[in-house]
């Protein structure tokens, strides 16, 4: 079964810290990666984040790499189209290309590193909030905000879910494929159409059987869960976390 | 396709959030009152946004020999309308960018505009019209998702475009190229998102079609026809 970014943030060390906290240097990080004209910026930005990930969140780097590596398609393919068409400037090499030409000049080039240098400052930013924070606290915040009860009973039920169908999934595609389900195109798109149209029916009866189950202990619309104060905890994570947070803000300004 | 943490620049991604928060504020608006008219459709629409983002964890076999995975927004558009499709889309990008490292949250806006509103439209809207016209249903649910999928790719091409116009051609030049990357590299994956969802359907209603009756999605006259063809 793949691991999960939640898996990691629960058992992370920096779990228990305060959640706002780790939302605000986690979103400070982000806005000045996004609003930074320079690559050097979003880049300090990777880096401290990446470190506080590793060093504090104790993840381990093998899997870091992994994550890391997930965007790259996406971020390479269009990095190289920004490079070719954006900006201007004396160019530096191009090419033709059926009459075409296709040509990278400095404004591009430039354009295409800043580009690259924003989404990986941002990328792990958002790894740093996803492998500390665990979805649960995070619903705590997200009661503290004004949006209305059903979304966030909605998301909650549904983190709920996303566990046990994931299970009954991968327990279904085992068993396809140890049937040789996937041996072949046509094969493995009827085993997935199987699988999911089977997924969807007990998802539906699933829904049925928990209305009946939350109706019979009163659910009226509204769902409790115990949330520990962390209030006054604040100025100790704040020492606490003084080092990193020091050090990363201190990487920051410049 | 999700569009990563940070890709877009300043004032495209709150652009792309004025564009998504109006529909996104329809969509719970509808969502509370068909809750509060009938409560025990919250079980039944968590369990579909889980079912969502299971669908697009799981890896779809590839011609390329690369996967892809479905994106699922014309299958949950087609059952529950594009409304509600845009809260369970919010709320699965959510998860996934958090979960899976796919997407990111200032992007959000953009990846909701895309994927969570206007691929799941025209899937609605080719279901509906494909429905009144009397075309058969297997073939009416091929083509919405094979166009959800696709028009989502469309989309985000268009979103990149914009937000890097090129130098010669301006932002019609750029659409060209992120076009001629992302979305015709699309057209086999969404043809093969088409067909899977077709499949689904179908096993759907071999085996229990009492659902999606229930769901509005399908007649019980329709679904006769189906099985008596299909028998």
């Known amino acids: 079964m793949t691991k999960m970014l939640d898996d990691y943030a629960l058992l992370s060390p920096l779990r228990y810290t305060n959640n706002w906290l780790k939302i605000g240097v986690v979103g400070f990080g982000i806005l000045m990666g996004i609003s930074s004209q320079a690559p050097l910026v979003p880049f300090s930005i990777a880096i401290c984040m990446s470190l506080a990930t590793l060093i504090f969140g104790r993840v381990p780097p093998k899997f870091y790499l992994k994550l890391l590596m997930g ?79 059903s979304f966030i009973e909605l998301s909650m039920m549904m983190y709920r879910y996303i566990f046990v169908f994931l299970d009954v ?61 962390k209030t006054g905890e604040i100025f100790r994570s704040c020492i606490e976390s003084g080092l990193h947070g020091c050090n990363r803000g201190g990487m920051v300004r410049f | 396709m999700h569009i990563f943490e940070g890709f877009l620049p300043s004032p495209w991604w709150q652009l792309w959030f004025v564009f998504s928060i109006p529909v996104i504020m329809f969509g719970m608006y509808r969502l509370n009152k068909l809750v509060s008219e009938r409560r025990d459709l919250l079980p039944l629409l968590a369990v579909a946004g889980a079912f969502i983002f299971v669908l697009s964890s799981l890896k779809l076999p590839s011609v390329t020999g690369s996967s892809s995975h479905p994106t699922g927004t014309g299958m949950a558009a087609i059952m529950f309308g594009p409304a509600v499709t845009a809260v369970l889309g919010v709320i699965v990008l959510l998860y996934q960018a958090l979960f899976l490292a796919h997407g990111g949250l200032t992007t959000l806006g953009a990846n909701v505009a895309s994927m969570g509103i206007i691929g799941p439209l025209a899937a609605y809207l080719i279901y509906k019209a494909g429905m009144k016209a009397n075309i058969n249903f297997y073939v009416v649910v091929f083509f919405a998702a094979t166009f959800a999928d696709w028009i989502t790719y469309v989309v985000t091409s268009t979103q990149l475009a914009l937000a890097f116009p090129s130098q010669a051609g301006g932002f019609v030049g750029s659409l060209q190229a992120f076009l001629a990357i992302f979305a015709t590299t699309q057209v086999p994956l969404a043809i093969m998102e088409g067909a899977l969802t077709a499949l689904i359907f179908k096993y759907i209603i071999q085996v229990k079609s009492d659902a999606l009756v229930e769901l509005k999605v399908i007649s019980q006259e329709t679904v006769n026809k189906l099985r008596g063809i299909s028998a």
């Open chain 1, 71 to 149: 965007p790259a398609v996406f971020v390479v393919f269009s990095v190289i189209i920004i490079a070719f068409f954006f900006g201007g400037g004396p160019e530096l090499f191009g090419f033709n290309v059926l009459d075409y030409r296709l040509g990278v000049n400095t404004g591009g080039l430039s354009m295409a590193f800043l580009v690259f240098s924003r989404t990986l400052g941002g990328m792990c930013c958002l790894f740093f909030l996803a492998l500390t924070t665990p979805m649960v606290e995070l619903f705590s915040v997200l009661k503290k905000t004004r949006l209305p009860d």
């Open chain 1, 169 to 229: 999934a991968w327990c279904i595609k085992h068993a396809q494929t140890v049937r040789l389900g996937y041996h072949d195109l046509r094969t493995s798109l009827h085993s997935m159409a199987m699988l999911c149209s089977t997924l969807f029916l007990r998802s539906w009866e699933q829904g049925e059987k928990t209305f009946v189950a939350m109706n019979a202990r009163c659910y009226d619309g509204k769902m409790m869960i115990f949330e520990e104060k």
